[in-house]
């Protein structure tokens, strides 16, 4: 059975940085599609970061392009989010997610099957 369990949220001010840590156990790490999202309040979940196991290619959605890095631990079981350069606009709940039976990454929600409990990032000064 797969289970995610995220850390590393808080406060922070912004242009400040956080790592957020997805353990994960049950998972392969052969070929699976591991994403970041969050949840803001009234809007919809977003997919943010995503990582293919197999092969470690990443994509990110254009609001954090070139300021969060996902990345894998696989002798760890983890995956991480580092979120630099911190805007108001990043608070949210992030929750770290697995798709387990797509052939490649996708952005959308519904392809993954495993949710981790979220964490929350506040971004303020």
């Known amino acids: 059975q797969v289970q995610l369990a995220e850390s590393g949220g808080g406060s922070v001010q912004p242009g400040g940085s956080l790592r957020l840590a997805c353990a994960t156990s049950g998972l392969m790490y052969e070929g699976e599609c591991m994403g970041w999202f969050r949840q803001a309040p009234g809007k919809e979940r977003q997919g943010i970061a995503l990582?293919?196991?197999?092969?470690?290619?990443?994509y990110y959605a254009d609001p954090v392009k070139g300021r969060f890095i996902i990345s894998q631990d696989k002798a760890a079981n983890t995956v991480y989010l580092q979120m630099n350069v911190l805007k108001p606009e990043d608070t949210a709940t992030y929750y770290c997610?697995?798709?387990?039976?797509?052939?490649?990454?996708?952005?959308?929600?519904?392809?993954?099957?495993?949710w981790g409990q979220g964490t929350q990032v506040t971004v303020s000064s």
């Open positions: 997610a697995a798709a387990t039976t797509v052939p490649y990454c996708y952005f959308s929600a519904r392809r993954y099957n495993y």
């Open positions: 990582i293919w196991t197999g092969d470690s290619s990443t």
